[in-house]
């Protein structure tokens, strides 16, 4: 008997081969996706009942959950500040004096009560910068069209009200000091004037400049001085400033012109002498910074003179300021210092603080270590294995330690004149210390910036929020 076979051709197999057509059988493209859809929206139709019937039956009350939510998407830290406000800008320039809160943003700047956040006083200004027991800005009129200098004098605010004290509508530039109000007034093409006024509005000394200066413009113009190793805390550091330095070296054309504030003079005018050599000022030396291109990377030579004999006082072969970036050794930074003290790194790679007087090496790291911050008096050091940090009494013999811990990868630090701080931005932490005992004045978890601070406490900020942390700090 023949066998059956297991198949018949009927000669359609290559036609639906070749034609691409549908074999009965095969799943359906379009009914799957209909199914999942119906599936999705179902069990979003029975969600939205569960919902319903809790709200409805109160065992779930939505608000505070979501308002909880919120809360924690939008704190600034753990702990919590004793107050967090939104205001109408981005914070620029922040600073707590006293009982007040002082924030200056583009087009305002406005005085907040530490106790609630409160506002108490607002002026339209251009500009603002808190120093201590005043506010210098420049104000903005209603019609600022209207103006007819309005790039021209700056007026004197009560940091607790807001009311103007005092002010002067010739300067075309200031510079912002802890006691010293120093403004730049250009009479004509020809000369001009620098004067110091105390925060009362008593002008203290004048000093002739010739007319190039009127190029100088703005708040707090750029020095020929040094940079402060902890950079990242300028912006938080803005609205206290420092004292007035014993010279202030103005640039105009290209040339440098050294005013003494104690002598009230031009001491020495400087230039570069090549295109190899960066000029800075720091305390009464002139600092000559050579960078030249060598075999490996840059070689440095830094020369000090004496800002009134101009006699060469001393010279330092490898010392590098950090002032030169990339190949070509160019030097586009100014040296790393503060006050009287040079942050140099040796040509051994260990990392020096030196005495801008004599080049006198007053503290000496391990190789691969690195100054953090320091005020010249404290230095928060980096260990080589960029985690541990000491903090170190540079007035001692060998730069005693007076605190050390372990924090994350590459923490920030700064000095000020009552605290310590330090960031930890690999975990999320904020540290405060007292200065006088090294005592814990805050512990925080937190990733927002510090906009600014003061005596009685810091004040954080993330976008236009910023949040009070009141501390006895000084």
């Given amino acids: 008997m023949a066998s059956r076979p297991d198949a018949i051709d009927t000669g359609r197999s290559d036609i639906h081969q070749l034609t691409g057509g549908r074999r009965y059988g095969w799943p359906v493209a379009g009914s799957s996706r209909a199914a999942a859809v119906f599936r999705g929206f179902f069990a979003l139709l029975v969600a939205s009942l569960v919902i319903t019937v809790l709200i409805s039956t109160g065992l779930w009350r939505p608000a505070p959950f979501f308002a909880d939510l919120l809360n924690r998407l939008t704190r600034l830290s753990v702990p919590e500040p004793s107050w967090t406000v939104r205001i109408d800008g981005r914070p620029d320039v922040v600073a707590v004096v006293d009982r007040t809160v002082v924030v200056a943003s583009r087009g305002f700047v406005e005085g907040r009560r530490t106790a609630d956040g409160s506002r108490a006083w607002r002026v339209s200004t251009h500009w603002a910068y808190p120093a201590g027991d005043v506010v210098v800005a420049q104000l903005r009129p209603e019609d600022p069209d209207a103006d007819p200098s309005p790039d021209r004098g700056f007026a004197v605010l009560d940091p607790t009200t807001g009311r103007v ?13 802890r006691d010293d109000i120093v403004d730049l007034r250009c009479p004509d093409e020809n000369s ?32 020929a001085t040094v940079r402060d190793p902890a ?54 030396r002139m600092l000559h910074v050579r960078a030249e291109r060598a075999d490996a990377g840059c070689r440095f030579v830094v020369e000090a003179f004496d800002v009134t004999s101009g006699a060469s006082v001393w010279t330092e072969n490898g010392f590098d300021l950090d002032t030169a970036r990339g190949s070509g050794c160019e030097q586009r930074e100014d040296p790393i210092g503060v006050t009287s003290k040079l942050v140099v790194n040796g040509s051994d790679a260990r990392p020096m603080l030196i005495g801008a007087d004599a080049a006198d090496r007053i503290w000496t790291g391990p190789p691969g270590s690195r100054v953090l911050a320091t005020d010249g008096l404290l230095a928060v050091i980096l260990e080589p ?38 960031r930890d931005t690999d975990r999320g932490q904020l540290l405060v210390l007292r200065r006088g005992s090294m005592a814990v004045a ?8 510090i906009a600014g601070f003061g005596a009685s406490g810091i004040v954080l900020t993330s976008g236009r929020s910023i949040g009070f942390h009141p501390a006895r700090l000084a």
């Fill in 192 to 223: 001009c004037v620098l004067r110091d006024w105390d925060h009362g509005g008593t002008i203290r000394w004048e000093v002739a400049l010739p007319g190039a200066a009127r190029s100088i413009k703005g708040p707090n113009p750029r020095l």
């Fill in 385 to 422: 294995d960029r985690k541990t940090v000491q903090i170190i009494d540079v007035g001692t013999p060998d730069g005693q330690r007076v605190w050390s811990r372990e924090f994350g990868l590459d923490p920030q630090a700064a000095v000020t004149g009552a605290m310590v701080i330090l």
């Fill in 442 to 449: 805050l512990d925080l978890k937190t990733k927002a910036d």
């Fill in 165 to 177: 004290r005092w002010g002067n509508d010739e300067a075309s530039a200031v510079w912002i000091y």
């Fill in 231 to 284: 950079g990242w805390f300028a912006t938080a550091s803005a609205g206290t400033p420092s004292a007035i330095p014993p010279v202030m070296p103005l640039l105009v054309d290209e040339r440098i012109y050294a005013v003494d504030t104690a002598e009230h003079r031009v001491v020495r005018e400087a230039a570069p002498p090549d295109r190899q050599t960066r000029v800075t000022f720091l305390g009464d």
